[in-house]
């Protein structure tokens, strides 16, 4: 069955500090895998997509890594700030899937104190 | 742009009420879809459409049912609403299908409550 993990479930960090949420997936054949910002109340919104070809890719203080032989991905969060509080959502494009062959991670619910 | 929006933004029902959830795109966008967020559970896809006159099935499409008329507009409707369906709703929007590496847009959501 295809999985997206991600991990930790939650994470409280103080501002200015830096982080990693992590991501691993059993969806197979890969596509594309991405990563999405939700802020509480609002819809989704995209911070980066990576093909298979691509280690990393960046967004302003956002970095994330792809490591397709064991199926991790990573973002990377530098000098956070408050407005980075969120849910931070990975997903996983299956190749050649049915439907849009998307499947969504539980997210991980980032607070960042001041 | 005014990009994906949803109305209502909050909706209570009850159960056996049918209701139409509304979604609009202004991108000129072929591909559109519903999920419902649950806590503690991913997206769900419901349903989706990869143009005008052409809609299909998703993860849970059981209760809902879907148009699409025009390109810019993918209304949901709730047959008979049940308190399982008590979800967010998002509608979602990009270019052309999943299957290219596309930006897709989600609108700011509707929450709906079944009692």
């Known amino acids: 069955k295809n999985q997206v993990e991600q991990s930790p479930q939650s994470l409280i960090i103080l501002e200015g500090k830096n982080c990693t949420l992590q991501c691993n997936y059993t969806v197979s054949p890969f596509s594309n895998l991405r990563w999405y910002k939700q802020d509480t109340g609002r819809g989704p919104v995209s911070l980066t997509i990576m093909t298979f070809s691509e280690n990393t890719k960046s967004n302003g203080r956002y970095t994330a890594t792809l490591d397709a032989d064991t199926k991790q991905s990573s973002l990377h969060i530098t000098a956070s700030q408050l407005s980075d509080s969120a849910s931070y959502i990975c997903?996983?494009?299956?190749?050649?899937?049915?439907?849009?062959?998307?499947?969504f991670g539980k997210g991980t619910h980032l607070i960042i104190q001041p | 742009n005014a990009g994906v929006t949803q109305t209502p933004k909050f909706q209570v029902l009850k159960t056996g009420q049918s209701m139409t959830l509304q979604c609009a795109q202004d991108?000129?966008?072929?591909?559109m879809s519903w999920y419902r967020q649950d806590p503690g559970m991913g997206l769900r896809l419901i349903h989706y459409s990869v143009g005008a006159g052409i809609t299909d099935q998703g993860e849970v499409p059981n209760g809902y049912n879907v148009s699409r008329s025009t390109t810019e507009d993918f209304p949901l409707r709730l047959l008979s609403a049940a308190p399982s369906q008590t979800s967010v709703y998002f509608c979602?929007?990009?270019?052309?299908?999943?299957?290219?590496?596309?930006?897709?847009?989600f609108g700011p959501g509707t929450r709906l409550l079944v009692l």
């Open positions: 991108m000129n966008h072929e591909y």
């Open positions: 997903v996983v494009r299956l190749s050649g899937g049915g439907a849009d062959g998307l499947t």
């Open positions: 979602a929007s990009s270019y052309s299908s999943m299957g290219t590496v596309q930006t897709q847009y």
